[in-house]
């Protein structure tokens, strides 16, 4: 079975800041690792995704995760952050569906 | 990318009334879909699985006579709500899969529906 993790339901910086969100996995082949960002009444946008090759993955916004398979971890790290990057973000994981993390709600301080 | 619309983008009915979704792959032929439900503040739920011309697989605790999933072609799935009651009430989004190396999955804006 797969499932996610994502520490901290609701997360704040700083504007100018460093954005680190954190996400564990659990799957029992080599997954495919989503993070999605989604602002208030609307969908999901994808940022960024790991499938195979490259563990540094850049995403759109100035989002970049790194996959590292012995942490079993996926964060999302963006340098500084910037106001309009205050949204919910999703973790996800991949086999045969997606299953979601609970998502964080990211707060940027002026 | 690849583009999923969904129809209508919100809709409020009565408790009892049935209320349908659609979700349409724009630009391309979609053979699986899938719809989630989200409740306020919380995550995306998995309801089911479609694909074309064949019987949607519900996940565990979805009631399927409920949830009524119809796929009827490449690019559109329905979803319909049936005998709808307040507790239905939540935001609906769907996704389809792109027949490709990775089978990307896109997502739609959502539905938020509201029963009174």
């Known amino acids: 079975a797969q499932s996610v993790t994502q520490l901290g339901s609701h997360v704040s910086v700083s504007e100018g800041a460093l954005v680190l969100l954190r996400c564990n996995y659990s799957s029992s082949v080599p997954p495919y690792l989503f993070w999605y960002v989604q602002y208030p009444n609307q969908g999901l946008q994808l940022l960024l995704k790991y499938t195979t090759g490259a563990t540094l993955v850049k995403g759109i916004n100035g989002f970049e995760a790194e996959f590292k398979k012995s942490e079993t971890s996926f964060h999302l790290t963006k340098p500084s952050a910037h106001m309009s990057d205050a949204a919910e973000y999703f973790c996800a994981v991949r086999n045969d569906k997606i299953i979601f993390g609970k998502g964080t709600r990211l707060h940027i301080l002026p | 990318g690849a583009v999923v619309s969904q129809h209508p983008s919100w809709v409020i009915c009565k408790s009892g009334t049935s209320v349908k979704i659609e979700c349409r792959s724009l630009?391309?032929?979609?053979?699986?879909m899938f719809w989630y439900r989200q409740f306020p503040k919380q995550s995306l739920m998995l309801m089911a699985t479609s694909n074309e011309g064949s019987k949607a697989t519900y996940e565990q605790g979805v009631e399927k006579d409920k949830f009524l999933i119809n796929h009827a072609s490449l690019t559109l799935s329905t979803l319909t709500v049936t005998s709808a009651h307040p507790e239905d009430s939540s935001f609906y989004i769907c996704?389809?899969?792109?027949?490709?190396?990775?089978?990307?999955?896109?997502f739609g804006p959502g539905t938020r529906l509201t029963v009174t």
């Open positions: 996704s389809a899969r792109v027949p490709s190396g990775y089978d990307e999955q896109y």
């Open positions: 630009d391309f032929q979609a053979t699986t």
